[in-house]
């Protein structure tokens, strides 16, 4: 399956001194044995730096001055961590142009599975050998970047409630997720009035929750198969939009079988680039995962060759 948009480069072991990022709090490994798996099956690397993300350490403030360094060394960055961890780890090496390979060790792991890239933590670092740089397209919502989606209307409010209820519970789960998100969904909430500028043409829409995603792995959790080939060029646009509580618990029968896409009030098109506005200054939105608060319009759009990333050298 073609992943790339571009012809692959350097690689790793050989062209790049490394610093490795690794978050403590994510996967089956800990940072020490992520270390000595590092050392122990990947000798050639010319790894220089270890940076454990632990106890008090601000992720966002010490990812940036760690890109930073190495953006000014010339080094390459290696990223450990859940989806979380490497979304914002992508973030910078885009801010600061520095290459970038991960090692996805979270619970759901969306943009390492997207890239086809090994499940077990152990096989991912003995293949680190085998990668090259490639160039690859990103998504964008004014200017920030996103690895899996950026969804607008109730979904931010999905996810502030999904946190409130696991601090509620004491501890974090996908049940506790679920839970607090279906609560969430089955309130009565009026759907959102959206308008689009799309290729020129202005409209409006009405959507309970509206998507956008260039994650082949969530595309295929909603019952959508896109091909990788084709979100290198373009992103997905999911409107999801019941209009009574008959058909929101319709839809989370599907959602729960992945058929969400049979629903006629699921809607999808492909898109390079729309602009996204609403009758107030501002826009929440969950980037993934996190709510970040935009000013409208919001640009969305798909930058090519936005990223240099270490991916399997086919």
């Not at 790049?16 to 990947?42: F, P, R």
Request: glycine share 6%; aromatic share 10%.
């Amino acid at each position: 399956m073609s992943h790339v948009a571009v012809q692959q480069e350097k690689s790793m072991h050989s062209d790049y001194q490394c610093s490795v990022i690794i978050n403590s709090g994510s996967g089956t490994l800990n940072a020490q044995e992520t270390v000595q798996a590092l050392k122990s099956s990947q000798p050639h690397l010319q790894i220089e730096h270890f940076h454990i993300i632990e106890g008090d350490v601000n992720p966002e403030k010490a990812m940036k001055e760690w890109f930073d360094n190495a953006a000014k060394a010339g080094h390459a960055v290696i990223v450990a961590g859940g989806d979380g961890t490497l979304s914002l780890g992508i973030k910078f090496a885009i801010e600061y142009d520095v290459p970038i390979a991960v090692l996805g060790m979270g619970t759901f792991n969306l943009f390492a599975r997207h890239y086809n890239l090994p499940v077990d933590p152990l096989i991912q670092i003995q293949s680190l050998n085998k990668y090259a740089l490639t160039h690859v397209s990103m998504c964008f919502a004014n200017n920030t970047p996103f690895t899996t989606s950026a969804a607008f209307g109730l979904y931010p409010e999905i996810i502030e409630e999904r946190e409130y209820y696991q601090e509620q519970f004491g501890f974090r789960s996908q049940a506790t997720g679920y839970f607090a998100g279906l609560l969430t969904f089955l309130k009565n909430r009026p759907s959102m009035r959206f308008k689009f500028t799309d290729q020129g043409e202005v409209f409006n829409h009405e959507s309970l929750v509206f998507m956008a995603t260039h994650n082949r792995i969530h595309l295929e959790n909603l019952g959508f198969d896109i091909s990788n080939a084709q979100l290198e060029e373009e992103f997905a646009l999911v409107s999801i939009n019941p209009e009574t509580l008959s058909e929101k618990l319709r839809l989370v029968m599907k959602g729960s079988v992945g058929t969400l896409n049979e629903d006629p009030n699921v809607h999808l098109v492909m898109r390079k680039e729309i602009i996204l506005d609403a009758d107030q200054e501002f826009l929440d939105c969950a980037v993934d995962g996190e709510i970040l608060r935009f000013n409208t319009p919001v640009k969305i759009e798909r930058r090519t060759n936005a990223l240099r990333l270490f991916l399997p050298n086919t």
